[in-house]
């Protein structure tokens, strides 16, 4: 379940101006300062913040390029001056009309782009577009296909051609003739899908592009999924005289999954050989790529509980595969992007928690581990960079702090580990040139909207600073935000959780106040955190959210956050001891964190609710059920509310198949103890949500009137997960911040 883009962030709070206790009202600071609103948060781009959009490195190190007024314009990094315009916006034009461009990329020599238009997505990670191809010495604009919308078009490494999908099949274009061959035909909706991950690999396994291209052009190598035996949902679209029917193969927990294929097509003979996976097809293949050595294709092979991942190398002239990798753990193995093969086909470097961290080590090509090249009770985030000429690798870790994220190097040789990040608090979100000379790093703190910054790969030293949101920061001293703090406490286990908490601004330890917890909760996976306890301040909604929060502290609540055991930064244990039970101890941590606010002093104890989004929904849900005794509000966004109705690869991952572990679907699910609950209590929910489905709501609102249980119910037609569009989240913050000062 890969709720987090929209609730994942950490909605962290400015540690902004608190007023001076006893100052009469008619001196307070607070009526120098704007109040905030709902409209400036969430309809007008009063705190909109500022990025460095189509930031993309060239070739060489020195440059990169960026989308400009229509035009596409390359930059020389160490001074951020233009260099050249690599395509005016009077070029994009077909027929007279000017390309509406959102989005590009170079072939090999950069003598080319594909540039895309009239994108439309089709769940989170998937899209199809208009595709044209650019020549920058004929200065020609060529249309890719003629034959509807393409997926993924995605250029050969030599420049020459450009595959791409369309309607489940798979295609390449040899650019110098611009002849389109099929390289499948048989793809059928809704049964069989070539080059593209189907729903449950796109939302779990983090990818919709499902074929890769050879180092030297000759092969692609591709999935094949056959979704034919997979159960379809059939969720309406609403607004016609009679709604449609939308439906689309979803494999929900313990049912029939998609039985995956990887073949290598060949371009020069056309000819296409499968890849054995193994007999199992119960199975998942979660990733695909090539090493260094000529035809070796790498598969990542996990089972389907998946507590075993194998790391299989298969000859694409033969089909056969040895596995040369193994790594098993008792909850779930860690799937990532971090495998790298290294130039010259004899290494890779691999990741695992098998010491109970996630760590980095190096592997010959037989598999055999050549030594741990990382070490300590911290986790590796993501790996941004090798350089071969120095055997410096760059990664990303918690070892700070699990509420930050900085940037390290360290050599192949074990040795050498040097922090590159400024010193400081903080998170870093690393973008490293191709040949680590450089990086983009965008740097924030808990409250304070981010820094953009060129630096120096191998010293950190600044470059440049490409946007520092200067604006923002000003606009924000506008408003009299509250007082932001990071605190710890302990469980009834004597387990140290991480927390914040939100004060008014004009706050007074002498009066009762009360405070709305927020909540996500659930478990990560691979390098992606689900944290809400970070020192950042979060982007898009993450940033409006905590601006939200800012709202409610402007009208006298507090606003809290407590991190539960099931989450990111602390290593396996911590974020694994609710493997099998998913929401039992997670809502044992929310309780304390409940309880242990009702012991501070300005803290009303009767006046404690809680809110949460998607899997926070779900905790929102329990704690309302579960801890009916110590939350008088709660709020569920898009909640599930039984683990039975969501996807296979997700649920099962963290709960085993319902056949396996009936109890660890009914033991905690808010459905099950609907009896219980006796505060106020709003539901929301998408109807148009092909990821954690209606179907939840509806089965807990069923449940609610069996029990006789009062309840409001806020439902947003035809919207996705992330209930947005036009006025969408105005409307709904408008909803959720009248039922907390009603009910609070």
Known sequence: MRFRSFILAALLAANGPALVPGLTPTLTLAQQKQQLTLEDIWAKPTFRTATVPGFDWMNDGRYYAALESGSLVQHEVTTGNTVQTLVTAAELQLNGAPLNVDGYSFNANEQKILFTTGTEPIYR?????????FD???????????????????????GQRVAFTRDNN???TDLATMQETAVTSNGVKNNLING????????????????????????????TFDESQVPEYDMQEWGGLYPKEYRFKYPKAGEKNSVVSVSSYDVASGKTVKLDVGPNPDQYIPRVMWTQVPNTVSIQRLNRLQNKLELLHGDVNTGKTQVVLTDTNPA???????????AGGKQFIFTSEKDGYQHIYLHDMSGKQVRQLTKGNWEISAINGFDPK?????????????????LYRINLSGKGKQRISEAGNGLDVVNMSPDTRYFLNTHSTAGVPPVVSLREGSTGKLVKTLEDNAKLKQTLTQYD???????????AEGIELNAWMIKP???????????????????????????????????????????WHQLLAEKGYIVVSVENRGTSGRGSAFRKATYANLGKFETIDQGDGAKYLATLPYVDKSRIGIWGWSYGGYMASLAMTKNADLFKMGIAVAPVTNWRYYDSVYTERYLKTPQENPGGYDDNSPVQFAQNLTGKFLLVHGTGDDNVHFQNSIAFVDALIKANKDYQTLYYPNRNHGIAGGNTRLHLYRQMTNFVTQNL
């Open 332 to 342: 779930y193995v860690e799937i990532n992007d971090d495998l790298k093969y290294l």
């Open 505 to 547: 601004s004009n706050f007074d330890p002498a009066k009762k106040y009360p405070v709305l917890m927020h909540v996500y909760g659930g478990p990560s996976f691979g390098t992606s955190s689900t944290q809400t306890v970070l020192d950042n301040a979060g982007g898009g909604t993450a940033f409006t959210n905590y601006l």
């Open 390 to 406: 120095t055997g410096n690798l760059y990664y990303t870790s918690t070892e700070g702090s699990a509420l930050q994220r900085h």
């Open 136 to 158: 920058r010495s004929s200065k020609k604009l060529t249309p890719l296909s003629a034959g509807g919308k393409q997926g993924y078009a995605t250029f050969s490494p030599d």
């Open 481 to 491: 935000l509250g007082k932001h703090e990071f605190f710890t406490f302990k469980n």
């Open 196 to 223: 593209s991950a189907d729903w449950v690999y796109e939302e779990e396994f983090g990818f919709a592009q499902g074929f890769f291209w050879s180092p030297d052009s000759k092969q692609i190598a591709f999935y």
């Open 170 to 172: 798979m295609f390449v």
């Open 125 to 133: 990670r998937s899209a199809r577009a208009s595709y044209y191809v």
